[in-house]
C-alpha cells in the first residue's frame, strides 16, 4: 500500500473536485503551502474534515468563492520592498520613456497596492499619462477591493514610509483622503487602470506588455507551473521589455527563462534579451 497520510488523500480529492466542479486547477501549487490553507479553511469553515469542505464545494452554490478567498492569499501593501519600486523608477523607467505608448501588466494585484504604487510612481515620472496597467487577479472580491482602492488607516503609516523609501517626491498623504479609520486612494489614479480576471495556470497571454510585474505569487507554484507562468510572461513581453519578480523568487532553473538577462538579479528586476539561438 502507498504510504500516503489520509489528509494529503482529502487534499487531492478536495483540488480535483475543484477543478471538475469547477474549472479552477490549484493541482500544480506547492503542496505543503495549499495543505495548510486548505486545513485554515477547515478551522474557519467549522467543516471538521476536509471532505466535509469538498462536499459543500460540490453541492453549495456560492462556497466557490469562499474556498477561492481562503486559497488565494491576498496580502499585499504599497511600495512594498521599497528598493524594488526605487529601482523601477530609476532604471526601468528612463527606458520605458522612449514608448509612445507604456503597457504594464500587473499580474497577481491583490487588493491593488501595487496597482496605486505604480500609478503614483509613474504619474511622478511624467509617464502615466501614456501608460495603460493591466491589473489581474483569478480572486474576484480581490479585484473588487482593488477597485474601490479603500484600506485601513492603519497601513498609512508604513506606506508613508516605504513611498519615501522609494523615491516619492510629495508624501504619500497627497494621493488619499482619511475618513474614520480608513483611507481611500484618489480614484484619478486608476484612470489607466484596467482590473480583470486572469488565471495565471490556465489563460493565456494577456498583453503586449513593456513591463510584467508578478510579486509574491509564484512562490505558491510548483516548479512546473512556475516554468509554464514565465513562458506566458515572456510571451507577453516585447523584446527589451522587463519583468519584476518578488524578492524571494527567481528565474534560476526555469527553462522558459532562458531569453531574460538581469538587470538587477537581487531585485529581481530582469528584460527580455534577443532570442537565444534554437529558441522558438
Ligand atoms: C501574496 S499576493 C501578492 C500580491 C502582490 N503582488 C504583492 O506582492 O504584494 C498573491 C496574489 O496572487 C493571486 N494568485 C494566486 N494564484 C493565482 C493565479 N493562478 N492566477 C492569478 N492570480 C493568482 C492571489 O489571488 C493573490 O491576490
Known amino acids: 500500500m502507498p504510504d500516503v497520510g489520509l489528509e494529503d488523500i482529502e487534499v487531492e480529492l478536495f483540488v480535483r473536485a475543484l477543478q471538475l466542479r469547477h474549472g479552477y486547477d490549484f493541482s500544480q501549487y506547492s503542496p505543503a503551502s495549499l495543505k495548510r490553507r486548505v486545513l485554515q479553511l477547515v478551522q474557519a469553515q467549522q467543516t471538521g474534515t476536509i471532505s466535509e469542505l469538498t462536499a459543500r464545494l460540490l453541492h453549495e452554490a456560492g462556497f466557490l468563492q469562499t474556498v477561492l478567498e481562503g486559497l488565494s492569499v491576498p496580502v499585499s501593501e504599497m511600495f512594498r520592498d521599497p528598493e524594488v519600486f526605487r529601482a523601477l523608477r530609476e532604471q526601468v523607467f528612463p527606458l520605458l520613456a522612449s514608448y509612445p505608448q507604456i503597457n504594464i501588466w500587473q499580474a497577481g494585484c491583490a487588493h491593488g497596492q501595487e496597482v496605486y504604487s505604480l500609478a503614483i510612481l509613474l ?158
Open 123 to 280: 504619474e511622478e515620472a511624467g509617464l502615466y499619462e501614456r501608460t495603460q496597467i493591466y491589473a489581474t487577479d483569478f480572486n474576484e472580491s480581490a479585484l473588487r477591493h482593488a477597485q474601490e482602492g479603500i484600506y485601513p488607516a492603519k497601513e498609512a503609516q508604513l506606506w508613508s514610509r516605504n513611498y519615501l523609501a522609494a523615491g516619492g517626491s510629495h508624501t504619500l498623504a497627497d494621493y488619499y483622503s482619511a475618513r474614520y479609520e480608513l483611507i481611500k486612494l484618489d480614484q484619478r489614479l486608476r484612470r489607466n487602470v484596467i482590473f480583470a480576471n486572469h488565471n495565471l495556470v490556465t489563460d493565456e497571454v494577456f498583453c503586449e506588455a513593456h513591463l510584467v510585474l508578478c510579486r509574491n505569487v509564484l512562490i505558491y507554484f510548483s516548479d512546473p507551473l512556475q516554468d509554464r507562468t514565465l513562458a506566458l510572461f515572456r510571451d507577453s513581453l516585447v523584446r527589451g521589455g522587463f519583468l519584476c519578480l518578488g524578492t524571494r523568487e527567481s528565474l534560476d532553473f526555469a527553462p522558459s527563462a532562458a531569453d531574460f538577462v538581469p538587470v538587477d538579479a537581487g531585485l529581481r528586476i530582469y528584460r527580455l534579451g534577443p532570442r537565444t539561438p534554437g529558441g522558438e
